[in-house]
């Protein structure tokens, strides 16, 4: 009943003209490289590692990866193809160091690393997001 439910409110998100794009099990589907279309992405859980280079996500404003483990390249390719988001939110993930081309998003204003593991330094890169008007880091152990 559960994948029922989930998949009729993937369905009714999708008709929605700014684009939301829901994956609860973004491993077993792959990766497109152009998501060009979608405002709001969520993935849980994801194997960040299979990014394709040159990923494109122009409109995407909110971006969201809950669990998973994350290299900090394909972070970088992640924000890289990234145009103007406003908010970033990695929640529960394992992950040693923010990637410094999150500096670039000057569109940036939320930035959440609620519960990421093994997160250590921070200040090289938070320091570059200009815009950043909320930055929350409940529950990383490291920081």
Do not use: Q
């Amino acid at each position: 009943m559960h994948d029922i439910v989930c998949d009729v409110a993937i369905h009714i998100a999708s008709r929605d003209p700014r684009r939301f794009l829901i994956r609860c099990d973004a491993e077993k589907k792959g990766w497109s490289k152009i998501y060009d279309h979608y405002t709001t992405i969520s993935l849980i859980p994801i194997n960040i590692d299979e990014i394709p280079v040159g990923l494109e996500c122009p409109k995407l404003e909110l971006l969201h990866l809950e669990g998973g483990f994350y290299s900090e390249d394909s972070m970088d390719i992640m924000c890289r193809g990234m145009k103007e988001p406003k908010v970033l939110a990695l929640v529960g993930v394992w992950i040693s160091t923010l990637p410094s081309s999150l500096g670039l998003l000057k569109s940036l204003r939320t930035l959440s690393l609620n519960g990421c593991h093994y997160l250590t330094d921070i200040s090289n890169v938070i320091g570059r997001v200009e815009n950043l008007e909320i930055l929350s880091f409940r529950r990383c152990a490291n920081i």
